[in-house]
């Protein structure tokens, strides 16, 4: 048998294997990664994200990294005071944990192996999700 014969082969096992456990992965990833849900409150024109400094916790990633994300797609100004955000502005109550699920989908997940276990590497203006389960690398968006 020819070498890339055989590791066709290999590869095809690898993803029936990856294809039957991914059910099963999707299961531990949520039962890991116990989110709360977000908890805001408005006052005046602010928005007070009370339990924000949870989410970089238990995600490992860096609380201006995280609140950046927010900032950005709200196109709102914000500032971390005492482990909570405050938003300069009052976006959809449902917005933030819509944001939280896509920063996950973006920014924590691999997209190889579905693991949670990753970290963001940056290099130059590219930011990677960094696989500590797989070793992938996969740039994030
Ligand atoms: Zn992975």
Redesign the pocket.
């Known amino acids: 048998m020819s070498e890339a014969k055989q590791s066709k082969e290999q590869y095809d096992k690898l993803l029936a294997r990856i294809r039957l456990a991914r059910p099963e992965t999707t299961t531990i990833m949520e039962d890991r990664l116990k989110l709360p849900e977000p908890r805001t409150m408005v006052s005046g024109k602010k928005t007070y994200w009370i339990n924000f400094i949870e989410f970089p916790n238990i995600l490992r990633r860096d609380p201006t990294e995280f609140l950046n994300y927010f900032r950005s797609q709200l196109a709102i100004n914000a500032s971390i005071e005492n482990g909570r955000a405050i938003f300069m502005g009052r976006p959809d109550k449902h917005s933030f944990s819509a944001l939280v699920d896509r920063y996950l989908k973006e920014r924590v997940i691999?997209?190889?192996?579905?693991?949670p276990?990753?970290h963001l590497e940056k290099v130059k203006q590219l930011v990677n999700i960094v696989?500590?389960?797989?070793?992938?690398r996969?740039a994030a968006k």
């Open positions: 691999c997209p190889v192996c579905k693991s276990d990753t696989c500590e389960a797989c070793g992938a996969s």
